[in-house]
Nanobody, 120 residues
Framework: QVQLQESGPGLVKPSQTLSLTCTGS??????????WNWIRQPPGKGLEWMGY???????NYSPPLKSRTSISWDTSKNHITLLLSSVAPEDTAVYYC????????????WGQGTQVTVSS
């Protein structure tokens, strides 16, 4: 089973671009039927799905975030990158990466999450 670890800056200024990395260990991130998701949880709120990159490189984003979100591979480093542009205080959240196994039709692995605060 692939283990996941998110990393990135804990503090970002408004209007900047947030960049987070999800690194996989214990297996390849490019397994068949794998979909790599970014999900966040603002303080006091529920989980919010942001988007995914699939095993064929296809991407799909949440409509409210689509214009600001980009998810990509770096297979040489076995990680996935999330870019969120023009951040605002309401983007403050714990950000998770999670592996959806299309064969099992379930989330197989979650990272521990990384806190991101947007503040000047």
């Amino acid at each position: 089973q692939v283990q996941l670890q998110e990393s990135g800056p804990g503090l970002v200024k408004p209007s900047q671009t947030l960049s987070l990395t999800c690194t996989g260990s214990g297996g390849s991130i490019r397994g068949n039927n794998y979909f790599w998701n970014w999900i966040r949880q603002p303080p006091g709120k529920g989980l919010e799905w942001m988007g995914y990159i699939g095993y064929s490189g296809e991407t799909n984003y949440s409509p409210p975030l689509k214009s600001r979100t980009s998810i990509s591979w770096d297979t040489s480093k076995n990680h996935i990158t999330l870019l969120l542009s023009s951040v605002a205080p309401e983007d403050t959240a714990v950000y998770y990466c999670a592996l959806w196994d299309g064969s099992k039709r379930r989330f197989d692995s979650w990272g521990q999450g990384t806190q991101v605060t947007v503040s000047s």
